[in-house]
Nanobody
Framework: QVQLVESGGGLVQAGGSLRLSCAVS????????MGWFRQAPGKEREFVAA???????????DYIDSVKGRFTISGDNAKNTVYLQMNLLKPEDTAIYYC??????????????WGQGTLVTVSS
């Protein structure tokens, strides 16, 4: 069973940057579709970004529209870690960010493995 541990959250001013890390243990992250989700106070958890490897070894990524051009998801096979680089942060990005892993091409929240979350707070 894969295990996920997030880190890198914190307090940052609007316009600033943070990099979240998701350390994966148990299996190579490349054998999963890996994703980042977030949950803001009083709101439902929402998809932010995902990365997956195709059969030919190419990595692909997908993002929610509100973070396109600002966030980048990537992975380091040697460290077995997935990252979320967040630039030009906005107060509305404030949330607990969760890492998720699913063996299927699309992450199903009820079936995925989840990390414990890391809090990102963006001040205005």
């Amino acid at each position: 069973q894969v295990q996920l541990v997030e880190s890198g959250g914190g307090l940052v001013q609007a316009g600033g940057s943070l990099r979240l890390s998701c350390a994966v243990s148990g299996r190579p992250f490349s054998s999963y579709t890996m994703g980042w989700f977030r949950q803001a106070p009083g709101k439902e958890r929402e998809f932010v970004a995902a990365i997956w490897r195709s059969i030919d070894g190419t990595y692909y990524a997908d993002y929610i529209d509100s973070v396109k051009g600002r966030f980048t998801i990537s992975g380091d096979n040697a460290k077995n870690t997935v990252y979320l680089q967040m630039n030009l942060l906005k107060p509305e990005d404030t949330a607990i960010y969760y890492c998720a892993a699913d063996r299927s091409p699309k992450i199903v929240t009820s079936r995925a493995v989840w990390g414990q979350g890391t809090l990102v707070t963006v001040s205005s």
